[in-house]
């Protein structure tokens, strides 16, 4: 009997050595990076599973009565942050007065540290002299019709018709004018930021 069950022992011992060495072989033969791609696969499994699973009552947004146990509200522990204590201790941790502080000790305090915080005068604006010109608008009827006038426009436009207009030279002028003084408040303005 114990050379049958030496035999059968001998029998199993080569054979699961082999099959150990065919394991640890595919381990070494897996790049590093499918050993982490493998964990990775895994991994989402798992998060999959639980995104997919059926949540808590808690975390199921709006839950009417009906959809959770009885009392369950009363026995869950809410946490929830209170901002308005975390203010006034700091405001007091800062060294500033805190806001239920009396008038009359705040006045008492500044007195003590003899901050006179006095209000400088400052001399009233002198009354502006400007006054704008009335805008003559004349009630005399135009001499050219609203289709006149869009035809002509037209053709200054797309066919660049020339027109007898006496103040052309003074709008041009101006424009250039306006052009220079406009460039050189742009670099003004930048130079200063």
Known sequence: EDEMELGHVEKEGPDDFDDDEEEEDERVQQSEHAKASKCMQTKLAK?????????????????????????????????????????LDQSEQQGEQAPHQSIEDIILGRCKDELWDDVICRSALAPSTFRPKAVDVSTDKSKESLSQLYESDFKKQVMGEKTNDKNEAARASA?????????????LYSFHF
């Open 175 to 187: 424009r250039d004018l306006l052009a220079k003084l406009e460039a050189k408040l742009d670099k």
């Open 47 to 87: 998060l999959e599973t639980a995104q997919v699973a059926e949540k808590p009552w808690q975390h199921r947004g709006e839950v009417g009565a009906a959809d959770r146990p009885q009392n369950s509200l009363l026995e869950t522990v809410l946490d929830f942050d209170q901002v308005a204590n975390e203010s």
